[in-house]
């Protein structure tokens, strides 16, 4: 396998763990005493997704990037890789690989499994920060392009033949170009470094058996999920931690209208909304992320210039 190479400004040390098959993850180090943020990324995104605001947040808390099985460095190895199967994943990799209560802080599809974790074992989430999270889409128009990818696939055999011409037709420059079209409400605001490394990882994964899979799985789980909007906007509910939602108002993928609508109906969460910026401000308004997310640890005492120390042992209950 692979050693990932992580010898950028933002650094990172990388890791692999065993849960049922490899597991990459990046520690990019901070205090203890405080509990640890860990970051999960969204649909054919990976640690890179976070890179840019990882080290400031180091401030305050320990912070590490996961790389769910199926995307960035870990292969899917035989496992499934839907919302519900990387969810157990990542209570695994929370409870046996790091031992203690954990920030979560999920984007897009990771937002929905943080989510789903967060209200299945709450002895493990000590608080929750979703960006632009996978939420029920509002009774309005969605976005053309958006609906026609999603709609292949979630077709068998459409989506599989989708994928495989994208990735013949295309470099890995422009595959990556591609999805920063889609996710950013400009471009222009993208890092140059963290273009030079997705690029590298989409070289990379071009060898990695099954990924089209990997990725359709998944996306075919969130299908299924927003099948089930009630089941799912229960499952918000029952979160009982704290909760910080930030959205860009002008993403693509998870309309703003949606993150209003969760606010409102979950009124314990705090809501930050970014403006002129798309479905992941992490990578095009890193500055907004860092100063919402650092003000919000600060009063609700969660990192280390607060004061509340949340990393007693726990049994898990699941």
Not at 34 to 43: A, D, N, T, W
Not at 77 to 83: D, K, P
Not at 161 to 190: H, K, Q, Y
Not at 236 to 245: A, D, E, K, T, Y
């Amino acid at each position: 396998m692979m050693r990932p190479q992580l010898a950028r400004p933002w650094g990172g040390a990388s890791h692999f763990s065993d849960i049922a098959g490899p597991v990459h993850w990046v520690d990019f180090g901070g205090p203890a005493g405080v509990p640890p943020i860990v970051m999960v990324h969204g649909l054919g995104g990976s640690h890179l997704n976070w890179v840019r605001i990882a080290r400031p947040l180091t401030e305050r808390n320990r912070v590490i990037a996961i790389d769910l099985p199926g995307f960035g460095f870990s292969p899917a190895a035989g496992r499934r890789t839907t919302i519900e199967a990387n969810t157990k994943v990542l209570d695994r990799f929370i409870n046996q690989t790091l031992g203690g209560p954990v920030i979560l802080m999920g984007n897009s599809m990771g937002g929905a499994i943080t989510i789903l974790e967060s209200a299945a074992s709450p002895r493990a989430v000590a608080a929750v920060v979703l960006v632009d999270p996978a939420l029920p889409r509002p009774a309005e128009v969605p976005d053309p392009q958006v609906a026609a990818q999603f709609l292949m696939y979630a077709l068998p055999g459409v989506g599989e033949a989708f994928l495989d011409i994208s990735r013949r037709s295309r470099t890995d420059r422009e595959l990556v170009e591609r999805v920063v079209n889609l996710c950013f409400a400009d471009p222009r605001r993208s890092s140059p470094e963290v273009m030079d490394a997705s690029t590298e990882l989409a070289a990379h994964r071009r060898h990695m058996p099954s990924q089209d899979a990997a990725f359709l799985q998944a996306a075919r789980s969130i299908v299924r999920a927003g099948l089930r909007p009630r089941h799912f906007k229960n499952t918000m509910r029952s979160i009982v931690g704290p909760v910080l939602l930030i959205h860009g108002d002008r993403d693509r993928l998870v309309p703003v209208a949606a993150a209003r609508i969760a606010a409102a109906a979950n009124p314990k969460w705090d809501i930050e909304i970014l403006h002129d910026v798309g479905h992941t401000p992490q990578l095009e308004d890193p500055d907004a992320v860092i100063h919402a997310v650092s003000r919000w640890l600060d009063r609700r005492e969660l990192g280390a210039t607060g004061a509340g120390n949340m990393t007693a042992p726990f049994e898990d209950k699941r």
